[in-house]
C-alpha cells in the first residue's frame, strides 16, 4: 500500500467468520472479513499516474534549473573563485548520486541460495519494543533449520529481560513444532559493556556463516532475511544493509521529517555508493556480515579509540571501515525493516549530533584506504567529506557576510537552496509514492538552518564518547562531572 493513502481507502467487504476471545479484561468480538476487490486494484488509479508523471517533470525542470544556476556562477567565477567552485562542485556532487540511485538495482532473489544466518539482537533498556522485534525476526520465510535468532541483554534497567523471557517463552509454546527452542535464545552479559560487547558476544554464540545485526528498536519485513543474504553470492562481499523506513512515521511533525530523510538516505544516497560496491555505513537497524570477518577485527572493533577515548557510538560505520579495507559493501533495496526514531526535538539533536562526531570519526578513517577502491568512488568520498564540512561556512557567507557588507541580497543562493529541497522531495514521490513528499522540502530547510550548525560544534568536540541519548557507563561519568563543576561553581558563587 502506497505510503500515505491508507486513510484514503474505502472498499466494501463482508464479515466471513466470527467469534467471541475471552481475556481477563472482558470478551472481544473478534471478525475476520473478505474485500470484494484486491487491494491493490484501488492504487492503481489514474490519478497516481498523474502525480507521478508530473514529479517526474518537476524532477527534470529542477535539475535543469540547478544546472543553470550553477552555469550562473561561473559568470562570477573571478570575483570569488573558491566560494563558487564549491557551488558547482556541490551540486554536481549531489545530483550525480541521485543519478546512481536512480539506476541502482536489487540483487534479484535466487531460490537455490539460502545460506545460514544468525540474528543477533542487543537489547538495552528496550522493553517497550523489544518484543516485537524478537517476533519479526523469528518470523522470517526462511528455511528454518537455517536461521537463528540470539537476543542479547547488556544488563538492562528497566523491564527488557523480562519482556524477552516473555516472548521467547510464548514463542516456544506456540511454535514448539518450528523446533525454535533450539533456534531462539537469549543471554544477559554479567555487567554493562557496551553496544560492541554485546553483538560479539551473540557472534561467539552464532553458529551460522553469516550474521545479522537488528537493533532492538526494529522491526524486520517477513522476506527481509531472504533478500538481504542475495549479494553474498559474490565471494568478495563482505557486508551488506538493508533499507530502514521509519515506522512511528505519523506521531508528529518531525517524525514525518525523519519518514522523508530515511528514504533519501538509504533509497538515494545508500544505493549509489553500492553501485561501486563501497557503502560507507553498513546501518545498525539491519545489516548483514561474514562472521568470519567480524571475528577477524573483534578486537580491534571493541578496543577502539580516538584521541584516547574509547569510541563507544558509531559502532556500525566503525565495523564497515574495518570491512570495507578488505571487502565489498552493498546495500539491498528489497530488505527492509523499520525503526522507532525520536518524536521530541531535544533527543532527535542529540542523536544527530551523536551521529555527525561519529561520521566525522570514522570518515577520518575511511579517508586513510578509500583511495584504493574505484576511482569514481574515491573521488565521491572525498568530495561527500568536504561538502558538509565546508558549509557552514558557505552558508554563513551567503547568508549573512554577503547582506550585510555588500548589501546584496542571496536570491541565486536560496534558488538553489529551494531548488535542491524541491530535488529531495520529489525524488521521494516518484520513488516512495508518498503524501509526504512535502515534508522532505520541509527537512532541507530545517537543516541549513538548524542541523547544518551542529557540524562546527562536531569539528571541536567529535572525540567525545558519549551517546546523550542513553545512560551508558561514559554518559553516567560526563553527568558526574557536570554536577560536580555546578556544585564547585555554587562554592565559588559563580553563575554556572
Same mark, same amino acid.
Given at each position: 500500500?502506497?505510503? +500515505?493513502?491508507?486513510?484514503?481507502?474505502?472498499?466494501?467487504?463482508?464479515?466471513?467468520?466470527?467469534?467471541?476471545?475471552?481475556?481477563?479484561?472482558?470478551?472481544?468480538?473478534?471478525?475476520?472479513?473478505?474485500?470484494?476487490?484486491?487491494?491493490?486494484?484501488?492504487?492503481?488509479?489514474?490519478?497516481?499516474?498523474?502525480?507521478?508523471?508530473?514529479?517526474?517533470?518537476?524532477?527534470? $525542470?529542477?535539475?535543469?534549473?540547478?544546472?543553470?544556476?550553477?552555469?550562473?556562477?561561473?559568470?562570477?567565477?573571478?570575483?570569488?573563485?573558491?566560494?563558487?567552485?564549491?557551488?558547482?562542485?556541490?551540486?554536481?556532487?549531489?545530483?550525480?548520486?541521485?543519478? #546512481?540511485?536512480?539506476?541502482?538495482?536489487?540483487?534479484?532473489?535466487? =531460490? +537455490?541460495?539460502? =545460506?545460514?544466518?544468525?540474528?543477533?539482537?542487543? &537489547?538495552?533498556?528496550?522493553?517497550?519494543?523489544?518484543?516485537?522485534?524478537?517476533? *519479526? &525476526?523469528?518470523?522470517?520465510?526462511?528455511?528454518?533449520?537455517?536461521?537463528?535468532?540470539?537476543?542479547?541483554?547488556?544488563?538492562?534497567?528497566?523491564?527488557?529481560?523480562?519482556?524477552?523471557?516473555?516472548?521467547?517463552?510464548?514463542?516456544? *509454546?506456540?511454535? !514448539?513444532?518450528?523446533?525454535?527452542?533450539?533456534?531462539?535464545?537469549?543471554?544477559?552479559?554479567?555487567?554493562?559493556?557496551?553496544?560492541?560487547?554485546?553483538?560479539?558476544?551473540?557472534? !561467539?554464540?552464532?553458529?551460522?556463516?553469516?550474521?545479522?545485526?537488528?537493533?532492538?528498536?526494529?522491526?524486520?519485513? =517477513?522476506?527481509?532475511?531472504?533478500?538481504?543474504?542475495?549479494?553474498?553470492?559474490?565471494?568478495?562481499?563482505?557486508?551488506?544493509?538493508?533499507?530502514?523506513?521509519?515506522?512511528?512515521?505519523?506521531?508528529?511533525?518531525?517524525?514525518?521529517?525523519?519518514?522523508?530523510?530515511?528514504?533519501?538516505?538509504?533509497?538515494?544516497?545508500?544505493?549509489?555508493?553500492?553501485?561501486?560496491?563501497?557503502?560507507?555505513?553498513? *546501518?545498525? =537497524?539491519?545489516? &548483514?556480515?561474514?562472521?568470519?570477518?567480524?571475528?577477524?577485527?573483534?578486537?580491534?572493533?571493541?578496543?577502539?579509540? #580516538?584521541?584516547?577515548?574509547?569510541?563507544? #557510538?558509531?559502532?556500525?560505520?566503525?565495523?564497515?571501515?574495518?570491512?570495507?579495507?578488505?571487502?565489498?559493501?552493498?546495500?539491498?533495496?528489497?530488505?527492509?525493516?523499520?525503526?522507532? $526514531?525520536?518524536?521530541?526535538?531535544?533527543?532527535?539533536?542529540?542523536?544527530?549530533?551523536?551521529?555527525?562526531?561519529?561520521?566525522?570519526?570514522?570518515?577520518?578513517?575511511?579517508?586513510?584506504?578509500?583511495?584504493?577502491?574505484?576511482?569514481?568512488?574515491?573521488?565521491?568520498?572525498?568530495?561527500?567529506?568536504?561538502?558538509?564540512?565546508?558549509?557552514?561556512?558557505?552558508?554563513?557567507?551567503?547568508?549573512?557576510?554577503?547582506?550585510?557588507?555588500?548589501?546584496?541580497?542571496?536570491?541565486?543562493?536560496?534558488? +538553489?537552496?529551494?531548488?535542491?529541497?524541491?530535488?529531495?522531495?520529489?525524488?521521494?514521490?516518484?520513488?516512495?509514492?508518498?503524501?509526504?513528499?512535502?515534508?522532505?522540502?520541509?527537512? &532541507?530547510?530545517?537543516?541549513?538552518?538548524?542541523?547544518?550548525?551542529?557540524?562546527?560544534?562536531?569539528?571541536?568536540?567529535?572525540?567525545?564518547?558519549?551517546?546523550?541519548?542513553? !545512560?551508558?557507563?561514559?554518559?553516567?561519568?560526563?553527568?558526574?562531572?557536570?554536577?560536580?563543576?555546578?556544585?564547585?561553581?555554587?562554592?565559588?558563587?559563580?553563575?554556572?
Amino acid at each position: 500500500m502506497p505510503e +500515505g493513502f491508507e486513510s484514503a481507502v474505502r472498499i466494501d467487504a463482508s464479515i466471513v467468520r466470527q467469534f467471541v476471545n475471552k481475556t481477563e479484561s472482558g470478551d472481544e468480538l473478534m471478525l475476520a472479513i473478505e474485500f470484494e476487490k484486491p487491494l491493490t486494484d484501488y492504487f492503481q488509479r489514474k490519478r497516481w499516474g498523474y502525480s507521478v508523471y508530473s514529479a517526474s517533470a518537476l524532477l527534470f $525542470v529542477s535539475v535543469l534549473f540547478i544546472m543553470l544556476m550553477r552555469a550562473e556562477s561561473i559568470i562570477y567565477f573571478k570575483y570569488n573563485m573558491v566560494l563558487y567552485l564549491y557551488s558547482i562542485i556541490a551540486a554536481l556532487f549531489l545530483l550525480t548520486r541521485y543519478l #546512481f540511485g536512480a539506476l541502482y538495482r536489487d540483487v534479484p532473489i535466487n =531460490p +537455490g541460495y539460502t =545460506p545460514g544466518v544468525s540474528i543477533i539482537i542487543p &537489547c538495552f533498556n528496550e522493553a517497550d519494543w523489544i518484543k516485537r522485534t524478537i517476533l *519479526s &525476526c523469528i518470523n522470517q520465510d526462511y528455511p528454518v533449520e537455517k536461521l537463528e535468532v540470539i537476543v542479547v541483554d547488556d544488563r538492562s534497567t528497566d523491564q527488557s529481560v523480562q519482556q524477552i523471557q516473555d516472548m521467547i517463552e510464548l514463542i516456544h *509454546s506456540e511454535a !514448539e513444532r518450528y523446533a525454535t527452542r533450539e533456534r531462539l535464545t537469549y543471554t544477559v552479559l554479567p555487567v554493562n559493556a557496551g553496544k560492541r560487547a554485546a553483538l560479539v558476544k551473540g557472534v !561467539e554464540m552464532a553458529k551460522h556463516d553469516l550474521v545479522v545485526f537488528v537493533d532492538s528498536d526494529s522491526f524486520l519485513d =517477513p522476506t527481509a532475511i531472504r533478500h538481504l543474504v542475495q549479494p553474498f553470492q559474490d565471494p568478495k562481499m563482505g557486508g551488506v544493509a538493508g533499507r530502514t523506513d521509519v515506522e512511528n512515521k505519523y506521531t508528529n511533525n518531525m517524525t514525518k521529517l525523519q519518514t522523508v530523510r530515511y528514504y533519501i538516505a538509504f533509497r538515494i544516497m545508500k544505493a549509489a555508493e553500492s553501485w561501486f560496491d563501497s557503502v560507507t555505513c553498513l *546501518s545498525g =537497524p539491519l545489516s &548483514c556480515y561474514r562472521k568470519e570477518l567480524i571475528v577477524q577485527h573483534a578486537d580491534a572493533w571493541l578496543n577502539q579509540k #580516538f584521541l584516547g577515548r574509547p569510541a563507544t #557510538f558509531g559502532d556500525d560505520r566503525s565495523m564497515t571501515n574495518f570491512i570495507l579495507k578488505t571487502h565489498r559493501t552493498g546495500y539491498q533495496d528489497s530488505a527492509i525493516c523499520s525503526t522507532i $526514531v525520536p518524536s521530541q526535538m531535544k533527543v532527535f539533536l542529540k542523536q544527530q549530533m551523536r551521529w555527525k562526531r561519529s561520521w566525522l570519526r570514522e570518515s577520518l578513517r575511511a579517508g586513510s584506504f578509500i583511495w584504493r577502491k574505484e576511482p569514481f568512488m574515491a573521488l565521491f568520498f572525498y568530495i561527500g567529506l568536504i561538502v558538509p564540512i565546508a558549509a557552514p561556512v558557505v552558508v554563513a557567507y551567503n547568508l549573512m557576510y554577503v547582506p550585510i557588507v555588500h548589501g546584496i541580497f542571496p536570491g541565486t543562493f536560496l534558488m +538553489g537552496l529551494l531548488l535542491m529541497a524541491l530535488l529531495m522531495s520529489l525524488a521521494h514521490l516518484l520513488f516512495r509514492k508518498s503524501r509526504l513528499w512535502v515534508f522532505g522540502f520541509v527537512f &532541507c530547510l530545517f537543516y541549513e538552518f538548524v542541523l547544518l550548525w551542529q557540524m562546527p560544534v562536531a569539528w571541536f568536540t567529535f572525540w567525545k564518547s558519549t551517546w546523550g541519548t542513553r !545512560e551508558t557507563p561514559q554518559d553516567i561519568e560526563a553527568r558526574l562531572k557536570k554536577e560536580a563543576r555546578k556544585r564547585k561553581g555554587k562554592k565559588f558563587g559563580l553563575p554556572f
